[in-house]
């Protein structure tokens, strides 16, 4: 297969994780494939890790959000297939081989997307694979339920599918990869390759623990897809499950942690605002946490009422 893959990674003061990512893509088994990091105006050394590698295109810009800097890196890619890489994710080494395999052998499929392994901060496996509970083809309505595609760096997206399609939506930003992928199994078939194909680092500056900003962002993508199922019973059904699934776990995430920081006395700014965004978006998840709370009995309680042991 000698078809080109351009490698897309947007950094951000990425300069910790950078290298190792780099090296995973130009450690590739498939040859044919072009790699471009696009710096969103850091502030540390990443261009100087970029540059260290002749075959690596750098482009710099100014900040304007890992969205933004995904659709400069697509401009600038010449690729029939692409992959955008987070800055401290690591493929496997026949990921791209792998991947490209299933879309070549699938030419209506819009994309692909593997399974991805975590790993900690010094790149130790951790004990958590992704899996893709996927209702048979129809992957529109199982990411409605659940975004199981954890980072866009397991995907292999085809440029040949509709003019516009591969474009990620600056608004949905930090969801804009959910957007995305959504918005293209809603109109073409996409693929579960069962195979691990990238190592998906956690750390303690991943998007995923800004739990304020990925529940409106969560919420908001998944509430835009209602004009798009309203006729459509699974499809309705699907997107209340999703809806539900997002406002119990990153907002049960951030109630716990705004309690955490008011009992600790600190962070009362990033308090306030998660306060503001529980009231906007799920104001009942506050509700339903605070009847929990004021009707679960105490210990002394239970000590006294036998039935309560019950």
Not at 50 to 64: D, E, F, L, M
Not at 72 to 93: A, C, I, N
Not at 116 to 139: C, F, K, V, Y
Request: hydrophobic share 35%; with cysteine.
């Amino acid at each position: 297969m000698d078809h080109l893959v351009s490698v897309v990674i947007p950094c951000y003061n990425g300069a910790r994780f950078l290298d190792e990512a780099l090296i995973s893509v130009l450690a590739q088994s498939h040859a044919n494939k072009e790699v471009i990091v696009v710096d969103d105006g850091s502030t540390d050394n990443s261009a100087e890790i970029a540059t260290r590698y002749p075959s690596v295109r750098y482009i710099r810009q100014r900040n304007a959000g890992v969205a933004a800097a995904r659709n400069t890196g697509l401009r600038y890619s010449r690729g029939d297939y692409v992959v955008l890489l987070d800055q401290d994710d690591r493929l496997l080494p026949d990921a791209l081989e792998s991947n490209l395999r299933c879309l070549v052998d699938r030419p209506a499929y819009a994309f692909v997307f593997g399974d991805a392994q975590s790993i900690g901060d010094d790149g130790s496996l951790l004990p958590h694979r992704t899996s893709s509970p996927h209702e048979g083809n129809n992957h529109y309505l199982s990411l409605l339920r659940g975004n199981y595609i954890w980072t866009p760096g397991v995907v292999m997206y085809r440029r040949g599918i509709r003019d516009g399609l591969l474009q990620f939506d600056t608004k949905a930003e930090p969801s804009d990869d959910f957007e995305l992928n959504l918005r293209i199994a809603r109109q073409y078939p996409v693929y579960h390759n069962n195979t691990v194909v990238l190592e998906y680092r956690m750390h303690g500056t991943n998007t995923g623990r800004r739990h304020a900003v990925m529940l409106r962002a969560g919420l908001t993508v998944v509430r835009n897809q209602r004009r798009w199922v309203q006729h459509d019973r699974r499809g309705k059904q699907a997107l209340a499950d999703g809806l539900r699934f997002i406002e119990n776990y990153y907002g049960n995430l951030l109630i716990s942690q705004m309690a955490a920081d008011i009992r600790n006395n600190q962070n009362w700014r990033q308090t306030c605002a998660g306060l503001q965004v529980l009231l906007r978006y799920t104001p009942h998840l506050l509700v339903r946490r605070a009847l929990r709370k004021a009707v679960r009995p105490r210990a002394a309680d239970k000590a006294t009422l036998p039935w309560l042991r019950r």
